[in-house]
């Protein structure tokens, strides 16, 4: 198993070795961590990082993502992206992920000219495939490389070799944007998003890790890990939740039996 992993990161690096330079969405998390720092070893300066900087993005993610490309000397670019400024994310519709992911890739492929670099990377692996991914065409209309997908890295095989590679995101949770937690054709908001994240944020400090606060209307539907059950159904824990989230806005507080998995919106779609 070792043998076939190493055989798919050189690959990876041969491929990377190929573009001569690149430019990364780089979002923190656990795939474009290791995209960027793999790139950074092959391509070394000839390399830039992008951050999308939106109400979607968790600020903790855009601390992480400037910490790390200040620790590892890695040229890194910010730029502002406000989705909710377009109709068709704002409203929501099932497909919202294509227009993001559309708009966000426009305006990083315009930094890309500016900076002379053609290649673009974006951070998909092979498990993301598994899933409703509308966004995904809008990353192939663009014609924006996934090294990883390209690499058939998936996502088990990704925090194997972060590990190796010394990087802290190997057993980071897996995170996907605030609007992820808004039910399909419920219009967003910024003040939604800002109380999804900070439920999510006091969830974490409380020692949870895989988590999501879905947010439908005034009730807050809590995924944790199964594992978890036991210690959020403890009496002080609980009460502790419950009020913390109704200070933040909601209602109602409750626990999804069936506990996290990603996408679970997607659920709905028939």
Do not use: W
């Not at 990364?24 to 290791?34: I, M, P």
């Not at 929501?92 to 500016?114: D, G, H, T, W």
């Not at 690499?151 to 010394?166: D, F, M, T």
Request: charged share 35%; aromatic share 8%.
């Amino acid at each position: 198993m070792e043998d076939k992993i190493d055989i798919k990161y050189e690959k990876l690096k041969d491929y990377l070795k190929s573009l001569k330079s690149a430019v990364v969405a780089y979002s923190a998390g656990v795939d474009s961590t290791f995209l960027l720092k793999t790139a950074q070893n092959v391509l070394k300066d000839n390399l830039v990082a992008i951050t999308v900087l939106s109400p979607f993005f968790p600020k903790k993610e855009l601390d992480e993502a400037l910490s790390f490309c200040k620790r590892n000397k890695i040229n890194h670019k910010i730029i502002k992206f406000n989705p909710l400024t377009i109709k068709e994310i704002k409203d929501n519709p099932k497909n919202r992920c294509y227009y993001c992911k559309k708009n966000i890739f426009k305006k990083i492929i315009e930094v890309a000219n500016k900076s002379g670099i053609k290649n673009i990377l974006e951070g998909s692996n092979t498990d993301d495939m598994k899933d409703y991914r509308p966004g995904m065409a809008a990353i192939e209309e663009l014609k924006i490389k996934s090294p990883l997908k390209y690499a058939e890295l998936s996502k088990n095989e990704i925090r194997k070799l972060s590990e190796k590679l010394n990087l802290k995101t190997a057993n980071k949770p897996s995170l996907a944007c605030l609007a992820s937690r808004i039910p399909y054709n419920e219009i967003i908001t910024k003040e939604k998003l800002s109380t999804i994240e900070k439920s999510e944020n006091f969830l974490f400090d409380l020692g949870f890790n895989n988590l999501r606060v879905r947010f439908h209307s005034d009730i807050a539907r809590i995924e944790i890990s199964e594992n978890d059950f036991e210690k959020i159904i403890k009496k002080n824990t609980r009460e502790k939740i419950y009020e913390k989230l109704k200070e933040f806005g909601f209602n109602y507080v409750s626990l999804d039996l069936k506990g996290y998995r990603t996408g679970s919106l997607n659920e709905t779609i028939k």
